[in-house]
Nanobody
Framework: QVQLVESGGGLVQPGGSLRLACATSGIIFRRADLAWYRQAPGKERELVASITGRGNAKYAESVKGRFSISSDNAKDTLYLQMNSLEPEDTAVYYC??????????????WGQGTQVTVSP
């Protein structure tokens, strides 16, 4: 049974920082493709950052230089360090994991989401 549990969201002032965490279970963590998405009210869900099992990371242009995605293999946990937060970063943030148990099969799993609000 795959479970993704997010934590770390909250209210922060512009320019502040937050670190989101996604604790995983039920997957081979080292072999999963992991990502953070976010969805603001009235907008589509968008990809924020992704990381492969080998540690290769990619970022959306809007967060490049401010956010950092990382994974801790010892804890099977995904992180998103968010610095220099802006009101535009306000959204529900979701942890995402993709696994490929066979050549022709792939599965996608989502966390429940955690609210990040950036406001003066």
């Amino acid at each position: 049974q795959v479970q993704l549990v997010e934590s770390g969201g909250g209210l922060v002032q512009p320019g502040g920082s937050l670190r989101l965490a996604c604790a995983t279970s039920g997957i081979i963590f080292r072999r999963a493709d992991l990502a953070w998405y976010r969805q603001a009210p009235g907008k589509e869900r968008e990809l924020v950052a992704s990381i492969t099992g080998r540690g290769n990371a990619k970022y959306a242009e809007s967060v490049k230089g401010r956010f950092s995605i990382s994974s801790d293999n010892a804890k099977d946990t995904l992180y998103l360090q968010m610095n220099s937060l802006e009101p535009e970063d306000t959204a529900v943030y979701y942890c995402n994991a993709r696994i490929h148990p066979t050549i022709e099969a792939s599965y996608t799993y989502w966390g429940q989401g955690t609210q990040v609000t950036v406001s003066p």
